[in-house]
C-alpha cells in the first residue's frame, strides 16, 4: 500500500480539496462532470450481448456504478475554494443520469443510486469523509436499493427465499486514503473514521436446505470485500443477503480494478457449472471511467461460456515465446466477418497475464486488443474475447503475442457469437 501511496504522491498531492465538515476531495478525480464513455455504440452493443448472452444462461446481470463522492455529497463541496469553482454539481447530476439512461437503452438492469439514496434520509454519509471507500451505512443503502430492485424483478418469487439476521461482529479504525497522501506533506493528521462490520446470520443451515448454490454473486472492488473477522470490511454482502433473503457468493477483490472480479468469475467453473440467477457489478466512478473497451470484449465474450463444439469456427493448439508474435492464418477464420464471434483460449495456470492480440481483416483494417491481469486477480489460463466489428470484411489473421512469460500447450478456438 506505501509504495502505491508513493507511486501516485505527485499525481493526486497537488489536487487535494479541503471541502466542508473535514471532508477531503481528490479535484482531479472527483469532480468530473461527464461520464458518458467515448464510443459509446459500440459500448451498447458489447453491453447488449453480453446481457442477452447471460440471460440465456439464466443470470441477469445488475450494474452497480458508484457515482463519486461529489455526486453523492455535493453539501461537502466548498465553493470557496478555488479547487471548487469550475465543479457544477447540477450539471455532473444531469450528465450522471444521461449515462445511466445509456446503460439502460442497452438492456443492462442500472442502479441510480443519486436517486435510489436521496430518497432515504439517514443521518449518516454514504461515503467516508477522508476515503474514496463508501461507509458501512453507503453500502447498506446501495444493498437496499438492488434488493428493491430484485423485488420486482419477474424471477424473484420464484427463488428459494431464507431469513437473515444483522449482527454486528465488531468495529475498524479507518485511516482515509485522502489523509494518507496529505499528511506526505503535513505530517500526522489526529482523524480516524469509525467502520462497523456486520454478519448476515441465516437462520437454516444452507447446505442442509439445499441452498448450496447462491441465487446472487457479487463482484466489485475493495468496496464489496468482505471479511466479517479480519481487515476492512464495508458488510456490502452482509447487507445484500439481509435485504433481499437469499442466499450470496462474494467474488470481489481489492485491487482488481473495476472489471477484475467480473471477468475472474465469468471464466471460473463456479460460473460455468452454476450461473447464479442474479449477477452484481459494482464498479466505482472515482478513479476512471469504470467501462473500458478491453474489458468489454472480454466481458461480451466470457458471457458466452465455452463454446459448443457445432459454434466452433477454427481450432488450434498454440505455443508462443515470451515477447514473440504468433500469427493465425486459415482458409476457416475468413468464415469469421468480426463481432459478435468471439475468441476462447484455454492454457495452463502459469499462462500469460499481459497479451496483445491484432486482428486483421481483408478490408485492411486491424483492431488491438490488450489484456492485463494484474497480480490481484486469479489466473486460471481462461480467455476470452469478441471479435472487432470490420464492416462485414473477413477476418484473415490473429496475432498473438504473451508479454510476461511464455504461453505453451493452449488450445485456441474462433467461436460462433
Same mark, same amino acid.
Given at each position: 500500500?506505501?509504495?502505491?501511496?508513493?507511486?501516485?504522491?505527485?499525481? @493526486?498531492?497537488?489536487?487535494?480539496?479541503?471541502?466542508?465538515?473535514?471532508?477531503?476531495?481528490?479535484?482531479?478525480?472527483?469532480l468530473?462532470?461527464?461520464?458518458?464513455?467515448?464510443?459509446?455504440?459500440?459500448?451498447?452493443?458489447?453491453?447488449?450481448?453480453t446481457?442477452?448472452?447471460?440471460?440465456?444462461?439464466?443470470?441477469?446481470?445488475?450494474?452497480?456504478?458508484?457515482?463519486?463522492?461529489?455526486?453523492?455529497?455535493?453539501?461537502?463541496?466548498?465553493?470557496?475554494n478555488?479547487?471548487?469553482?469550475?465543479?457544477?454539481?447540477?450539471?455532473?447530476?444531469?450528465?450522471?443520469?444521461?449515462?445511466?439512461?445509456?446503460?439502460?437503452?442497452?438492456?443492462?438492469?442500472?442502479?441510480?443510486?443519486?436517486?435510489?439514496?436521496?430518497?432515504?434520509?439517514?443521518?449518516?454519509?454514504?461515503?467516508?469523509?477522508?476515503?474514496?471507500?463508501?461507509?458501512?451505512?453507503?453500502?447498506?443503502?446501495?444493498?437496499?436499493?438492488?434488493?428493491?430492485?430484485?423485488?420486482?424483478?419477474?424471477?424473484?418469487?420464484?427463488?428459494?427465499?431464507?431469513? @437473515?439476521s444483522?449482527?454486528?461482529?465488531?468495529?475498524?479504525?479507518?485511516?482515509?486514503?485522502?489523509?494518507? @497522501?496529505?499528511?506526505?506533506?503535513?505530517?500526522?493528521?489526529?482523524?480516524?473514521?469509525?467502520?462497523?462490520?456486520?454478519?448476515?446470520?441465516?437462520?437454516?443451515?444452507l447446505?442442509?436446505s439445499?441452498m448450496?448454490?447462491?441465487?446472487?454473486?457479487?463482484?466489485?472492488?475493495?468496496?464489496?470485500?468482505?471479511?466479517?473477522?479480519?481487515?476492512?470490511?464495508?458488510?456490502?454482502?452482509?447487507?445484500?443477503?439481509?435485504?433481499?433473503?437469499?442466499?450470496?457468493?462474494?467474488?470481489?477483490?481489492?485491487?482488481?480494478?473495476?472489471?477484475?472480479?467480473?471477468?475472474?468469475?465469468?471464466?471460473?467453473?463456479?460460473?460455468?457449472?452454476?450461473?447464479?440467477?442474479?449477477?452484481?457489478?459494482?464498479?466505482?466512478?472515482?478513479?476512471?471511467?469504470?467501462?473500458?473497451?478491453?474489458?468489454l470484449?472480454?466481458?461480451?465474450?466470457?458471457?458466452a461460456?465455452f463454446?459448443?463444439?457445432?459454434?466452433?469456427?477454427?481450432?488450434?493448439?498454440?505455443?508462443?515465446?515470451?515477447?514473440?508474435?504468433?500469427?493465425?492464418?486459415?482458409?476457416?477464420?475468413?468464415?469469421?466477418?468480426?463481432?459478435?464471434?468471439?475468441?476462447?483460449?484455454?492454457?495452463?495456470?502459469?499462462?500469460?497475464?499481459?497479451?496483445d492480440?491484432?486482428?486483421?481483416?481483408?478490408?485492411?483494417?486491424?483492431?488491438?486488443?490488450?489484456i492485463?491481469r494484474?497480480?490481484?486477480?486469479?489466473?486460471?489460463?481462461?480467455?476470452?474475447?469478441?471479435?472487432?466489428?470490420?464492416?462485414?470484411?473477413?477476418?484473415?489473421?490473429?496475432?498473438?503475442?504473451?508479454?510476461?512469460?511464455?504461453?505453451?500447450?493452449?488450445?485456441i478456438?474462433?467461436?460462433?457469437?
Amino acid at each position: 500500500m506505501s509504495q502505491y501511496m508513493d507511486k501516485n504522491l505527485a499525481k @493526486y498531492l497537488g489536487s487535494i480539496a479541503l471541502g466542508r465538515d473535514g471532508w477531503l476531495f481528490f479535484s482531479n478525480a472527483e469532480l468530473k462532470m461527464h461520464f458518458m464513455p467515448p464510443g459509446i455504440k459500440e459500448v451498447q452493443a458489447l453491453l447488449r450481448r453480453t446481457v442477452q448472452r447471460l440471460n440465456a444462461r439464466g443470470t441477469t446481470l445488475i450494474f452497480l456504478p458508484l457515482p463519486s463522492r461529489a455526486l453523492m455529497h455535493p453539501d461537502k463541496i466548498d465553493p470557496d475554494n478555488l479547487l471548487f469553482k469550475k465543479y457544477v454539481a447540477s450539471e455532473a447530476q444531469k450528465q450522471f443520469r444521461q449515462y445511466i439512461s445509456a446503460m439502460a437503452k442497452a438492456g443492462v438492469v442500472t442502479i441510480d443510486l443519486t436517486l435510489d439514496v436521496g430518497r432515504e434520509e439517514t443521518g449518516s454519509t454514504f461515503y467516508m469523509a477522508t476515503d474514496a471507500h463508501w461507509s458501512a451505512e453507503g453500502a447498506r443503502l446501495a444493498a437496499k436499493a438492488i434488493a428493491n430492485t430484485l423485488r420486482r424483478h419477474s424471477s424473484y418469487a420464484k427463488l428459494k427465499k431464507v431469513k @437473515y439476521s444483522l449482527k454486528e461482529v465488531r468495529q475498524f479504525k479507518k485511516n482515509g486514503s485522502i489523509k494518507i @497522501y496529505l499528511e506526505k506533506i503535513c505530517g500526522p493528521i489526529d482523524l480516524q473514521e469509525t467502520v462497523k462490520v456486520y454478519e448476515a446470520v441465516p437462520d437454516v443451515n444452507l447446505q442442509m436446505s439445499g441452498m448450496q448454490n447462491p441465487a446472487i454473486v457479487v463482484t466489485g472492488t475493495s468496496n464489496g470485500h468482505s471479511n466479517v473477522r479480519h481487515g476492512h470490511s464495508y458488510s456490502f454482502p452482509e447487507f445484500l443477503a439481509y435485504y433481499t433473503d437469499l442466499p450470496i457468493a462474494n467474488y470481489s477483490n481489492v485491487g482488481g480494478h473495476n472489471f477484475g472480479a467480473l471477468l475472474e468469475f465469468l471464466r471460473s467453473d463456479d460460473f460455468m457449472n452454476h450461473p447464479p440467477r442474479f449477477l452484481v457489478w459494482e464498479t466505482p466512478f472515482n478513479f476512471g471511467m469504470p467501462i473500458s473497451r478491453s474489458g468489454l470484449v472480454q466481458l461480451a465474450a466470457s458471457s458466452a461460456g465455452f463454446c459448443a463444439p457445432n459454434n466452433i469456427r477454427y481450432q488450434q493448439e498454440l505455443s508462443a515465446e515470451k515477447g514473440k508474435e504468433v500469427v493465425l492464418k486459415h482458409a476457416n477464420l475468413m468464415t469469421s466477418q468480426g463481432s459478435p464471434d468471439y475468441l476462447q483460449i484455454s492454457s495452463g495456470t502459469e499462462s500469460p497475464r499481459s497479451m496483445d492480440f491484432l486482428f486483421q481483416f481483408a478490408d485492411g483494417k486491424e483492431r488491438r486488443v490488450n489484456i492485463e491481469r494484474n497480480k490481484h486477480v486469479s489466473n486460471n489460463g481462461r480467455y476470452f474475447i469478441e471479435l472487432p466489428e470490420s464492416s462485414q470484411s473477413p477476418l484473415t489473421a490473429i496475432r498473438i503475442r504473451p508479454k510476461d512469460t511464455a504461453m505453451q500447450g493452449a488450445t485456441i478456438k474462433l467461436c460462433k457469437g
